[in-house]
């Protein structure tokens, strides 16, 4: 989740010497995945000598099993490899596992040799699973909005967000979701991405349907325009999709749904191209492939490695919704010195022809496709691309105590960074109705802290510069429940 909040004033940050090189949250670097002395008391071995990898155990795991973890290992039992290449992939299993988001620590070394033989253990410590939360949201799309309407009560969403990660311990999900208030939903989806012996071939299945009283119609100049007091607004869609990881690193999913939206007549009088054909409903397929690939350190929150996505969607079938939408993202880290990291974004969105809907031209303002410093304007459109650097420098890192008995939860760590930036982006629309923001370059630029701790929630402080001459501080606040 990523929201935004303006408050005028001034940001002091306060710079000081950090620790050491960046890890996962809660991961601690004394216990980094290396060649520890074994337990028969070899103390002088050959690096460069070849050895066959004999057991791999596993400890630590009371809900995942054992083949999930070694699903994410670089080598399997049986294989023929020198030390120096066996500590190399001790490094990469402890990245894969740590980024399957199971567990707050993992540590991979050698147990112990057997003559040419070598035997390996894992040690983890698992999160917790089940989150059965509360929710309470603003409907509009960051605080900035929900300020501008009077951080009205009758525009939020409230109800219960019911999460059980690592379901049967094969890193499968269940989401249920029962929200009302602003908008009522009821949400299910259920992720199990391991359904095959080879540990290659998975599913995910989703259904969703809401109802409210409330529509952003149209935008007009660089904000949302929204209509209230109407009925029959509502959305219905149902998704299936075939996913396949067949090495470490690459990840491929199609996915195929159908959805349904409906508004008042008010809206279509309003905007004859909210759905493009002047009618006040829209019910349309989906057909999408999707392309990852991910080789990063810690994957909620990167800082060395890279990783990319690209997918492309049909959307429609016939002149009422026709659209073909080809994106990608690409991040790249670099780590300059001991603390220091240097992170460039990029991203890109296409969609043809360029004659579309209102539904199908929102681009800058909506999700994580943003301008930091130009959070409270939204820019339509039909193309972009948006560029991202930040640099950042460890300054702290500290946990505190939960007084919980407990191996993997007794204590709560943080970590914090200082950060600059600066962003580029261009949005072309052939249709701006006035938006100054759309068919021109844009630029921002600022300075801020991260904060980031247990669970990959991560708690972001910006104070920001656009082309406007405007300045501020936002909050994004971004995790997964």
């Not at 299993?93 to 894992?122: C, H, W, Y």
């Not at 080879?198 to 904000?223: C, D, M, P, W």
């Not at 493009?276 to 929150?301: C, H, Q, T, W």
């Amino acid at each position: 989740m990523n929201v935004g909040i303006k408050i005028y004033g001034f940001v002091i940050l306060l710079c000081c010497a950090g620790s050491l090189h960046a890890q996962p949250v809660g991961y601690d670097t004394s216990q980094h995945s290396s060649l520890k002395s074994p337990e028969n008391g070899n103390s002088s071995i050959n690096s460069s000598a070849s050895f066959v990898i004999a057991e791999i155990l596993v400890e630590g795991n009371k809900r995942t099993k054992p083949y999930i973890i070694t699903r994410e290992l670089p080598f399997q039992s049986g294989d023929s490899i020198n030390l120096t290449k066996l500590v190399e992939g001790f490094e990469i299993a402890r990245r894969q596992l740590m980024n399957t988001t199971l567990f707050n620590e993992v540590v991979v070394a050698l147990k112990s040799f057997r003559g040419p033989l070598v035997d390996i253990i894992i040690t983890v410590k698992e999160r917790w699973y089940i989150f059965p939360l509360p929710h309470l949201k603003a409907v509009d799309r960051n605080y900035s909005e929900w300020a501008k309407q009077g951080f009205g009560i009758d525009r939020l969403n409230y109800g219960f967000k019911f999460t059980y990660y690592n379901f049967t311990g094969r890193n499968d999900k269940l989401r249920m979701w029962l929200i009302t208030g602003y908008t009522k939903q009821i949400q299910f989806q259920y992720d199990q991405p391991y359904a095959d012996q080879t540990l290659k071939h998975g599913y995910r299945i989703g259904f969703s349907y809401s109802t409210n009283k409330e529509v952003n119609y149209a935008t007009i100049g660089n904000q949302q325009s929204f209509i209230d007091s109407l009925s029959n607004i509502k959305r219905w869609n149902a998704n299936l999709e075939y996913t396949y990881r067949p090495g470490l690193r690459t990840f491929h999913a199609v996915r195929v749904g159908f959805n349904h939206q409906q508004v008042d007549s008010t809206v279509v009088l309003l905007n004859p191209k909210y759905f493009g054909s002047g009618k006040s409903r829209s019910a349309y397929p989906e057909i999408e492939y999707a392309l990852k690939y991910i080789n990063v350190d810690y994957l909620p929150f990167p800082l060395t490695g890279w990783m990319g996505e690209i997918n492309l969607m049909r959307r429609g079938m016939n002149k009422d919704m026709d659209m073909w939408h080809l994106g990608g993202k690409i991040t790249r880290g670099w780590q300059l010195g001991k603390k220091n990291f240097f992170t460039w974004q990029g991203f890109g969105v296409l969609r043809v022809p360029f004659e579309q809907p209102y539904i199908n031209q929102r681009l800058f303002g909506y999700g994580d496709f943003y301008l930091r410093g130009l959070e409270k304007y939204v820019v339509d459109g039909v193309a972009a691309f948006m560029v991202r650097n930040s640099l950042r420098r460890e300054l702290f890192r500290f946990t505190i105590p939960t007084f919980l008995r407990s191996k993997t939860h007794a204590q709560i760590p943080f970590k914090i960074y200082a950060r600059t930036f600066s962003d580029i982006g261009y949005s072309h629309n052939p249709n701006s109705r006035g938006n100054s923001l759309a068919n021109r370059m844009l630029y921002t630029g600022g300075f801020g802290v991260d904060v980031l701790t247990y669970y990959d929630f991560i708690l972001r402080f910006d104070y920001s510069f656009n082309q406007l001459g405007q300045k501020g501080l936002f909050l994004h606040v971004k995790n997964d429940f």
